[in-house]
């Protein structure tokens, strides 16, 4: 159970900072697109699982579901063959933004900026986000090798103190 919960507890701590900075509209069509979202990405789920990545989590209750939330402080191996494996037999049921989309110029100076914050904020192995990669990589940081980054004070002081920045970074301005 706790392998479940460590990468969707990783994904809830963007999430927090995310939902923070969202200028996202509410009212009925928006509750009926949540819960499409959240249906496909909960057979999107399923269907890793049953192909074979059993530590894979469930959607949080918004559905929203990326490779990001997923892989940070998890287990997974998205370059493992049952990994790959999984994907292919399930790309159809890929909820929306699973696996990210083309960084926009725009997005690439936030992240930028976003990264250089966490590293002025506590941080300073912080490193800048790769072309293709997350936003927050943490086994790329350093300081954070064999820690959870859930716990990590220092962490989670900076994301809180840049979460202004996270919106941008990431499209959702």
Known sequence: MR??????AAFAMLAVIVAGCSNAPTGTG???SNKNTHEKA????ECMRANGVSAFPDPDASGSLTVDGVLNGSSLNPNSAVWKTAIGACKDLEPPGFTGGKVTDEQRVA?????QCIRDNGVPDFP????DGPLIDTRRI???????????PGLQGAMQKCRNLSAGALGHE
């Open 3 to 8: 392998r479940t919960l460590r990468p969707l």
């Open 30 to 32: 928006s509750n009926v």
């Open 142 to 152: 350093p300081s954070l090798a064999g820690k959870d980054p859930r716990s990590d």
């Open 42 to 45: 909960v057979k999107f789920a």
């Open 128 to 131: 800048d986000p790769t072309k």
């Open 111 to 115: 992240r930028l900026k976003f990264a």
